[in-house]
């Protein structure tokens, strides 16, 4: 598992991949005229500064959000995203990455509502410092599932749920996966983002088939592989599984990530997007 606290790793290659999908999920939802949950089970602080010393320890950024910040040949996919990040910042300079909450809150409308989950009591301070003032979000300090358990279904009956954990824990992967099918029964026609970061091929073919096996179907599975497999000195790529993946966003995310994967990519050899992403069907309709 990770040794994980989310600044030492704010803006990296995996927020990017995370929240440029984020982004597109949510802006595809919000074109139905119905209000619509946002559910964050692993929120955060909701705000990162990279200049603290715990983001200057690593300085991940540097191969994430920093590739992309001066770029003046950025798709039309990546605008909503890159304008979210350039909201947190003053002119031309990068110290400021927003996360999840952070992003979702920018693009709902005036009748959504949203619930933050962050079972760590400091950041959940943090969090709902930032946010004290909206009226459409509640913090919970409580673990992210248990949020599932407490907030499905939503009384909107329309939602997205953002499942995004630490992975500090062992058996994290089992955890999310009785946690994805016990929420799809009580809520299967939301939409589901579960982020997770790749480990060794036999703990992610466990994984996948645990989800298989688990029931759900019409997952999405997404990956980003921005270093070659066998790496083992950081995170070697991460993926993001989306149940129920709203329409038109199968074609968006493979034209983002095709972009995506060589920009971010850290590998010795030229990049190329069959090697750093794959977009496939874990499960059919």
């Known amino acids: 598992m990770l040794a994980y606290r989310h600044l030492f790793h704010a803006g990296n290659f995996a927020d990017v991949f995370k929240h440029a999908l984020l982004t597109r999920l949510l802006l595809l939802l919000v074109r139905k ?45 990546l605008q909503p995203y890159i304008e979210a990040v350039r909201a947190e910042n003053s002119g031309t300079s990068l110290r400021f990455y927003p996360g999840s909450p952070r992003i979702a809150r920018r693009l709902l409308r005036p009748g959504d509502r949203m619930v933050l989950s962050e079972l760590n009591r400091d950041d959940c301070a943090a969090l709902a410092r930032l946010f004290e003032r909206e ?60 982020w997770y970061p790749l480990m060794t091929p036999a703990t992610m073919h466990g994984f996948e088939r645990g989800i298989v096996a688990g029931g759900v179907r019409k997952i999405l599975q997404l990956e980003l592989m921005p270093l070659p497999e066998g790496w083992a000195f950081s995170l070697r790529g991460c993926g993001l599984l989306v149940v129920n993946p709203p329409f038109g966003f199968e074609q968006e995310a493979r034209s983002l990530l095709t972009w995506l994967g060589p920009v971010l990519s850290q590998r010795d050899e030229a990049p190329s997007a069959t090697q750093e992403v794959r977009v496939r069907w874990l499960v059919p309709e």
């Not at 950024?61 to 001066?70: F, S």
């Not at 992210?144 to 994290?172: M, T, W």
């Open 33 to 77: 005229d119905k209000p619509l949950l946002y559910l964050d089970t692993h929120a955060g602080t909701g705000l990162y500064d990279l200049s603290h010393p715990w983001a200057r320890k690593l300085d991940e950024y540097e191969d994430g959000i920093a590739r992309l910040w001066k770029r003046s040949d950025l798709p039309l996919l």
């Open 135 to 194: 009226r459409q979000v509640a913090v919970r300090c409580i673990d992210g599932y248990q949020a599932l358990k407490a907030l499905l279904p939503p009384v909107e009956r329309r939602g997205l749920v953002l499942i995004d954990s630490s992975f500090d824990r062992a058996a994290e992967f089992a955890r999310l996966t009785e946690a994805l099918a016990s929420a799809h029964k009580r809520f299967a026609t939301g939409v589901y983002a579960i």
